[in-house]
């Protein structure tokens, strides 16, 4: 039982090279989400799919797209790399069609750009 | 804007010690959603509970209980008789209702780190 699973777990770039991270969950949610974590700031909204073929901004999106594939895949990309956006990345999920359903999250990707 | 609080940053208790985590939060939502999620030093986020904002029933699961007080618009998480298993960050998170439906992701406080000391 997989759950939410992300690739790769750690990656190092230079300034300037593009990247995609992957996220797939095998729970059938409609939803998906990215998120970053930096010390001390806690976690905060990248990107999210609230169902397939929907993309929506979150807090922080600047640098990155995102590609919802199908149902199951949800990968984000950074285009151009840069030092700002060395951090831990998490993909989660949710079911249901409504904010109050708990997401449930992959181990993250920890990236950085140097 | 939706806003979660946790004003500690850090508590260390020692073994078999009570503590309480708080959580503040602000929504202009009547309609609301908060959880607890706590993040051990291997990383993974783990989900403990969810609390909807028309429910201020407190909950127990084994030593953990949470009180939540509308009043205050804080979400408080107790450890009773902590253990060194404990020792993870703890994060409180705010969810909005989407009008028509859908999810449009969490708002996280900063965390608390939790240290258990033997």
């Known amino acids: 039982n997989a759950g939410v699973t992300q690739t790769p777990k750690f990656q190092v770039l230079k300034t300037g090279q593009s990247m995609t991270l992957q996220c797939a969950q095998d729970?059938?949610?409609?939803?998906m989400y990215w998120y970053r974590q930096d010390p001390g700031m806690g976690l905060r909204l990248i990107y999210y799919?609230?169902?397939?073929?929907?993309?929506d901004k979150g807090e922080v999106p600047n640098g990155y797209n995102v590609s919802r594939l199908n149902k199951r895949e949800f990968s984000l990309r950074l285009e151009s790399a840069a030092p700002s956006q060395t951090s831990v990345y998490f993909c989660?999920?949710?079911?249901?069609?409504?904010?109050?359903?708990?997401?449930?999250f992959g181990d993250g990707t920890r990236l950085s750009i140097l | 804007a939706q806003k979660v609080t946790q004003a500690q940053t850090e508590i260390s208790v020692v073994e078999k010690e009570d503590v309480t985590l708080d959580c503040v939060y602000e929504t202009r939502d009547t309609t609301y959603y908060l959880f607890w999620y706590k993040q051990p030093p291997s990383g993974e986020l783990v989900f403990l509970i969810r609390r909807n904002s028309f429910d201020e029933q407190n909950e127990i699961s084994g030593r953990y209980s949470w009180n939540f007080q509308k009043s205050t618009s804080s979400f408080n998480f107790t450890i009773t008789a902590s253990q060194v298993v404990d020792s993870a960050v703890y994060f409180c998170a705010l969810s909005e209702e989407v009008l028509g439906g859908g999810a449009d992701g969490l708002t996280f406080g900063k965390g608390t780190h939790l240290i258990i000391q033997p």
């Open positions: 799919s609230a169902s397939e073929g929907t993309t």
């Open positions: 989660a999920s949710s079911g249901g069609q409504y904010s109050n359903q708990p997401q449930h």
């Open positions: 729970m059938n949610h409609n939803s």
